[in-house]
């Protein structure tokens, strides 16, 4: 079982930036993916990025200003999210798999963009 705790949600006005982290806890020793996803109001939950094995993933719409950073010391995962939009405005979920391919899920954290 692995643990995932979010944090650094909040308001924002568009342009601005803010932080997620994310730290794992359990059994951390078979994580294989770390990511973010997030889910907006009426619609899916999709990708934002997502790391695995010294290898990154971005959404087509937040490369170039979103930037995932993982310490596999810490067993943590970061989003660093700028030149926001209000289109960005969802609850952001982190996102682990470990190498038996079980998916584990954080609660979420709010990110809201005002224009």
């Known amino acids: 079982q692995v643990q995932l705790v979010e944090s650094g949600g909040g308001l924002v006005q568009a342009g601005g930036s803010l932080r997620l982290s994310c730290a794992a806890s359990?059994?951390?020793?078979?994580?294989?993916?770390m990511g973010w996803y997030r889910q907006a109001p009426g619609k899916q939950r999709e990708l934002v990025a997502i790391?695995?094995?010294?290898?990154?993933t971005y959404a087509d719409s937040v490369k170039g200003r979103f930037i995932i950073s993982r310490d596999n010391a810490k067993n943590t995962v970061s989003l660093q999210m700028n030149s926001l939009k209000p289109e960005d405005t969802a609850v952001y979920y982190c996102?682990?798999?470990?190498?038996?391919?079980?998916?584990?899920w954080g609660r979420g954290t709010q990110v809201t963009v005002s224009s």
């Open positions: 996102n682990t798999r470990v190498v038996t391919g079980t998916v584990y």
């Open positions: 359990g059994s951390t020793f078979y994580i294989s993916d």
């Open positions: 790391t695995t094995y010294g290898s990154t």
